[in-house]
């Protein structure tokens, strides 16, 4: 799917919520850069945020002002996210430009400067050209609407070739509840919290401290579960709304059938973001089981996602199973009996009993590497532990479009 097309097979519309996207010069001319999302009061907010010790000024400002605004009580009232310019590693500048903006956001829309959340996503290390950035805010007011989601997904967008965005429709104790989301990544993912950016807003009522836990808790069986360059982003960011103009969720069992229609909506936009991974090719699903801990199978499929060796295997097609054990092999387990590791490429049996699995041949592996989609499963013997990661193959485009992204 290209940008420009239909990224939502039904608009999704949630009660309360609006988005206004619009170009304010800042990425190439004439290409959607500048979103405005308007979060009704009364709602609830949620976000999680890059550990990356160089965290860009807009995120730092983000984290202040919600944490600011939660301890009244009161949620934030409006997002203002730009792409082209990350305002990161712009030090003092960078922190009065991303103020600038939500001052800016906040005089047109009547509401105080702690009630914006700035987010940046682009070029790090360039100063925000400010004057076309607030110069476009008031026509990103203008174009808000409540079916405003295909234009933001486009709108956030930088190396990405395709919109991502994800929607559900429950019903909970005889009342509909509608999730939407879209997200932005395609390069520098190993979100150590998040995604580049995503958004996620639900029409349901939350309290502010449970909303927190489902975003937290989601996060961690999905955008902390991908990787495809294994470099974290100065400014990852990924907030959920509720709005509470829709059902109350206040039992326990509504509340896990939200949290699983919440977990579909994040995965999905997850595995988006692999399915466009900067030059990707294959999508990969690795699998580690029998684990002493999540933690454990987390190590062991991270590290096989992260290597070289491996991934420019997976984009080669080429079945040589003797990296995906060496990776295996150096993921920090203490006592590894490789006696008890099995692996599986699809079908296949790669690995048992420390070598080689007898009946394996160069041409089932082959067959199996040649598929966009390729599942791998890796076994421990050493508990019941399990995790999923998703990533991508490494191509000489990833090259290419790093060394040409400021061109």
Same mark, same amino acid.
């Given at each position: ?134 110069? @476009? !805010?008031?026509?990103?007011?203008? =174009? *808000?609407? #409540?079916?405003?989601? $295909?234009? +933001?997904?486009?709108? &956030? ?96 069992? @509504? !509340?896990?059938?939200?949290?699983? =229609? *919440?977990? #579909?909506?994040?995965? $999905?936009? +997850?595995?988006?973001? &692999? ?104 076994? *421990? ?27």
């Amino acid at each position: 799917m290209a940008v420009g097309e239909t990224v939502f097979p039904q608009m999704p519309v949630i009660k309360g919520l609006r988005l206004g996207t619009t170009s304010a010069g800042i990425k190439k001319p004439g290409r959607r850069d500048l979103v405005v999302i308007d979060v009704p009061e009364g709602a609830s907010v949620a976000g999680t945020f890059t550990r990356n010790a160089f965290c860009a000024a807009p995120v730092q400002v983000a984290k202040r002002h919600l944490a600011a605004r939660c301890e009244r009580g009161l949620a934030p009232r409006y997002f203002v996210i730009n792409t082209g310019n990350a305002n990161a590693g712009t030090g003092a500048a960078g922190m009065r430009d991303a103020k600038a903006s939500c001052d800016e956001l906040a005089r047109l829309a009547g509401v105080e400067g702690e009630a914006v959340l700035p987010f940046s996503t682009g070029v790090i290390g360039e100063p925000m050209p400010m004057e076309r950035l607030l110069g @476009a !805010l008031p026509q990103a007011l203008e =174009a *808000l609407r #409540e079916d405003g989601w $295909e234009d +933001a997904a486009e709108g &956030i967008l930088t190396t990405d070739t395709r919109p991502k965005g994800a929607t559900r429709s429950l019903t909970i104790d005889g009342e509909t509840v509608t999730l939407a989301g879209i997200s932005k990544g395609s390069g520098m993912i190993q979100p150590n919290m998040a995604t580049m950016l995503g958004f996620v807003a639900t029409d349901a009522a939350i309290p502010q401290p449970r909303l927190e836990a489902l975003l937290r808790e989601g996060v961690s069986r999905s955008f902390n579960c991908i990787t495809v360059d294994s470099d974290t982003s100065t400014n990852d960011a990924c907030m959920l709304v509720a709005t509470g103009q829709g059902a109350t969720l206040e039992s326990d069992e @509504a !509340l896990e059938a939200f949290r699983a =229609a *919440l977990d #579909e909506v994040l995965i $999905e936009l +997850a595995q988006a973001i &692999i399915r466009d991974g900067e030059g990707a090719t294959k999508f990969v699903t690795l699998d580690v089981e029998e684990a002493a801990s999540r933690q454990e199978a987390l190590d062991v499929a991270f590290t096989v996602a992260h290597s070289p060796l491996v991934k420019t295997a997976l984009y080669a097609s080429d079945a040589n199973w003797g990296r995906i054990l060496a990776a295996v092999g150096r993921a920090p387990v203490a006592d590894f009996d490789v006696d008890r590791v099995v692996i599986d490429l699809g079908d296949v049996r790669l690995v048992e009993q420390g070598g080689r699995a007898d009946g394996y041949t160069e041409a089932a592996g082959s067959a199996v590497m040649a598929g966009e989609e390729i599942p791998i499963r890796i076994r *421990l013997g050493r508990g019941e532990a399990q995790a999923t990661v998703w990533t991508s193959d490494l191509s000489h485009d990833y090259v290419s479009i790093n060394a040409d992204y400021r061109s």
